[in-house]
């Protein structure tokens, strides 16, 4: 990417940030980002996405939605979660509304 965008550097420096998540809330706020984070990104531009999902995500395999979501009719690209907070520990906050924007108060 450096080459092409002739820079140099790091290039995931300001775009990565590591942290361990190890509560079932912060779990479920993970993946509401991850999965509409594009609405995030849309509101901040000033449009409206209605039931837009993030296509760089997994949310059309996601099965944790609040209510109906476009779902994908291939084979899911993902792994089944291996760890109790992504199984089961997530939901006890409720699934994820896919109408929802990351961020914002409710």
Same mark, same amino acid.
């Given at each position: 990417? !450096?080459r092409?965008?002739?820079?140099?550097?790091?290039?995931? *420096?300001?775009? $990565?940030?590591?942290? %361990?998540?190890?509560?079932?809330r912060? /779990?479920? !706020?993970?993946?509401? $980002?991850v &999965?509409? !984070?594009?609405?995030?990104?849309?509101?901040?531009?000033?449009?409206?996405?209605?039931?837009? &999902?993030? =296509?760089?995500?997994?949310?059309?395999w996601?099965?944790?939605?609040?209510?109906?979501?476009?779902q *994908?009719?291939? %084979?899911?690209?993902?792994?089944?979660?291996?760890?109790? +907070? +992504?199984? /089961?520990?997530w939901?006890?906050?409720?699934?994820i509304?896919?109408?929802g924007? =990351?961020?914002?108060r409710?």
């Amino acid at each position: 990417m !450096n080459r092409v965008f002739r820079r140099r550097g790091r290039v995931t *420096a300001d775009r $990565y940030h590591h942290r %361990v998540l190890r509560t079932p809330r912060e /779990v479920r !706020n993970a993946l509401g $980002y991850v &999965l509409l !984070n594009v609405r995030k990104h849309a509101i901040g531009a000033g449009r409206v996405l209605r039931d837009a &999902l993030d =296509p760089a995500s997994s949310a059309r395999w996601f099965a944790g939605w609040a209510r109906a979501a476009p779902q *994908a009719p291939d %084979v899911p690209a993902v792994a089944k979660p291996r760890s109790w +907070l +992504l199984r /089961v520990g997530w939901w006890r906050h409720g699934r994820i509304d896919p109408r929802g924007v =990351p961020g914002a108060r409710a």
